[in-house]
């Protein structure tokens, strides 16, 4: 287990990269943000030259591939970090300088257990791609099959969970604190990250990904998945179709092949839609760089790839999600306001019709208004900026969906800037409600609730002796890991105490900052 010591040297180390990026000072200018949380962060900047702007992405892109992650995940939490920080969050490249070829060719010869020449004709040995967890090469298969080959970078588990548990250390210190920090649920939060990033260090669970989307949209014209290529794939190498077309930030590239953008980006709002709202289960890293169209104009395909990062929602909530969008879009704030009582997002002491009153204040500056002069995003910022005048917790289970649908936006945007995406989506989400909702779903749905019920009765039974079923909405959350925290654990064994560690804190951080003043001398 990591000691406590090591945890505070770390956080320091990371402070100091934050200051030198002027990234704590949003946090030392926050009326919410701990007292203790404040002191620190100016231990961490003590001596630091700190840049004119913050760069929040400059300093997570400098820190690590963990960071490279939690960044991303902060940047869909403008009320945990600001609208500032979040914004510019969203820049965060998730790009590395590639690692050695032969380290690479170590690795998926290992991964296989025979020389790589055994495993493909050829190899080019310059990636086409090189990001915080994997990068990607192109080759070509014994059957002459050009591929894409996605390989961990080697260490990359090690380092993620040396950091992730870091952050789990600090999170559950941070929300001990209580009020605002325990609202925001910082621990669920790197919870969310750390399943979110596991996932992605097993490529088999990528590849199955992509397979399981494959299915779900089989029917979807004009979207498609790359082919896997299971017998060349495993947990560290990932092989698949290699995809021939114009990547989605190329617009020039694009115009000049004669693509019509606008109605590209109304169906790759419409995609994402039935990923989401339709089957549950939808691609959460939809930015630029993982998106392709080819095929003729008249018969364009958008190709999606880069699996990792994927959502799930169940179908409860799934319904309340498109009777809120459906209810924002037509401006029936008391049935949106119902349903977030009904889903226990809000707490039941509040008022549903005063929290129809701020949701109004938030959904009628955009309604019939192009995205160009209002967007998603601004009015997911108008909606966390109530969230706290209501006491909601934070839903883990919804953060994807937040950081995609801000991710659809900007694409669609770059593609056709005058698309309105309420437009766009209330058809669809109308439609499937009335579906969904209809008589003849819910006599099914009736039907097939109370068969289930009847089946599993006396799993009921024994699971009601044992404990109440959660409520809610959102799904139980999972176990968090038990953290010793400082102020808890007077005195251990050797003698040493909370002074310690605070001695040892201010110590670390004296000593960051006489080497990072020694190296400007130098």
């Known amino acids: 287990m990591t000691s406590r010591l090591t945890h505070i040297r770390r956080l320091l180390k990371w402070g100091r990269v934050l200051a030198r990026h002027g990234a704590l000072r949003g946090i030392e200018n926050d009326r919410n943000a701990p007292a203790p949380v404040k002191r620190l962060c100016r231990v961490a900047r003590f001596g630091a030259k700190q840049g004119d702007e913050p760069d929040y992405a400059g300093a997570f892109g400098s820190i690590g591939p963990a960071a490279i992650k939690l960044g991303q995940a902060l940047a869909t939490r403008p009320d945990l970090v600001g609208e500032g920080p979040a914004r510019n969050l969203l820049t965060l490249q998730d790009s590395l300088p590639p690692v050695d070829f032969a380290l690479i060719r170590k690795r998926v010869e290992e991964s296989f257990e025979r020389p790589l020449e055994e495993i493909f004709a ?18 070509t298969t014994l059957d002459g099959r050009k591929v894409a080959v996605k390989v961990l970078r080697p260490g990359i588990r090690e380092q993620f969970n040396r950091d992730v548990e870091t952050y789990e250390w600090a999170a559950a210190h941070l929300e001990a604190f209580g009020g605002e920090a325990a609202r925001l649920r910082p621990r669920a939060v790197i919870a969310n990250l750390k399943r979110w990033t596991v996932r992605e260090l097993d490529l088999r669970r990528e590849a199955a990904s992509a397979s399981e989307l494959a299915d779900g949209m089989k029917a979807v014209e004009g979207y498609r998945i790359p082919a896997i290529d299971w017998e060349r794939t495993n947990g560290q190498v990932l092989t698949l179709e290699w995809v021939d077309g114009i990547k989605m930030s190329n617009l020039e590239a694009m115009k000049a092949a004669g693509y019509d953008l606008p109605e590209l980006a109304h169906r790759l709002v419409l995609t994402f839609l039935k990923q989401a709202i339709s089957a549950g289960f939808f691609h959460a890293d939809m930015h630029q760089g993982n998106l392709f169209v080819q095929g003729t104009p008249e018969d364009a395909t958008i190709v999606a790839i880069d699996f990792g990062i994927m959502g799930r929602i169940n179908r409860q909530a799934r319904l309340w999600l498109a009777e809120i969008l459906y209810g924002l879009t037509t401006g029936n704030y008391k049935r949106v306001a119902e349903i977030h009582f009904e889903a226990q997002y809000v707490p039941s ?92 779903a819910v006599i099914a749905d009736r039907l097939r609730e109370d068969l289930a019920t009847v089946a599993r009765l006396p799993a009921l039974v024994r699971r009601i002796e044992e404990r109440f079923p ?53």
């Open 122 to 139: 050829t190899f080019e040995e310059q990636p086409i791609g090189a990001a915080s967890i994997a990068q990607v090469h192109a080759a």
């Open 349 to 440: 002491y509040h008022s549903v019709e005063d929290f129809a009153t701020a949701l109004r204040a938030v959904g009628e500056p955009m309604r019939g208004k192009p995205v160009s002069e209002l967007s998603v995003g601004q009015m997911l910022d108008g909606l966390f900026a109530i969230t706290r005048d209501f006491d909601m917790a934070v839903q883990p289970h919804l953060l994807l969906l937040q950081k995609t649908m801000v991710m659809v936006e900007g694409l669609a945007t770059a593609l056709d800037p005058q698309i309105n995406m309420w437009d766009v989506a209330a058809p669809f989400v109308k439609d499937w409600i009335r579906d969904e909702l209809g008589p003849e």
């Open 470 to 522: 959660p409520k809610g909405g959102a799904p139980e959350q999972a176990p968090l890991p038990e953290i010793d925290l400082l102020w808890e654990r007077k005195r251990k064994p050797d003698g040493n105490h909370l002074g310690g560690y605070i001695l040892a804190a201010i110590a670390g951080g004296m000593a960051a900052w006489a080497v990072t003043y020694w190296n400007m001398m130098l």
